[in-house]
């Protein structure tokens, strides 16, 4: 059965603090491993689709990476603006959303 | 350009009572989606339509039907709604499947 896991489920950052987020995945046949932000209150917001292992893309602060068994989203230099709460699905037969993991920023 | 539209935002039913949720979107894409997000479970698809003229059942689909009416618009009908229907659906669409999903601001339902 195809599972997607997120971790940690929340994580704690001062400003400036770089980390990773964790996107486990095992989806029979992927054809894409997407990432999304979720605000408070709104529906999610498409960040990234990775497609292959070794592929990585890039923005503003954040960069996706995919291997055969993971994909993580780095962080680098997180401002207050970046809390939110970041989704992972994987497209196999059908797309398969982890859980989350909620990214607070402190200033 | 105003994306994916839902209506209503808020809904409060009785148990036992039916309601429709209303999707539509203007980016001309051909699949929809209608998923339910409770808090810790992430979000869970409900009913997809690949294409017009088509619907498939996702994860959770018992309790609920959908319809799509055109290209543009997806609903949801919920025909006797259960406290265990009380969630945050949302409409989301895609031009196909593989491709990344844009989602609609959410309707949040309690049903009591």
């Known amino acids: 059965e195809d599972q997607v896991t997120q971790s940690p489920e929340a994580l704690r950052l001062q400003e400036g603090e770089s980390s990773s987020l964790n996107c486990s995945y095992t989806?029979?046949?992927?054809?894409?491993l997407f990432w999304y932000r979720q605000d408070p209150g709104k529906g999610p917001e498409f960040l990234f689709t990775l497609y292959s292992a070794g592929e990585e893309k890039e923005k503003e602060r954040l960069k996706a990476t995919l291997t055969k068994k993971e994909s993580f989203l780095h962080i680098t230099a997180p401002k207050p603006e970046d809390s939110a709460t970041y989704l992972c699905a994987g497209r196999g037969f059908k797309t398969i959303f982890g859980a989350g993991t909620r990214l607070f920023v402190k200033a | 350009n105003a994306g994916v539209t839902q209506t209503p935002k808020f809904q409060v039913l009785k148990t036992g009572q039916s309601m429709t949720l209303q999707c539509a979107q203007d980016m001309n894409h051909n699949s929809m989606y209608w998923y339910r997000q409770d808090p810790g479970m992430g979000l869970r698809l409900i009913y997809y339509s690949a294409s017009e003229g088509t619907t498939d059942k996702g994860e959770v689909p018992n309790g609920y039907n959908v319809s799509r009416l055109n290209k543009r618009e997806f609903s949801l009908r919920l025909e006797s709604a259960a406290p265990s229907q009380t969630s945050v659906y949302f409409c989301?669409?895609?031009?196909?499947?593989?491709?990344?999903?844009?989602f609609g601001p959410g309707t949040r339902l309690t049903v009591l």
């Open positions: 989806v029979s046949g992927l054809r894409g």
């Open positions: 989301a669409s895609s031009f196909r499947v593989d491709n990344e999903q844009f």
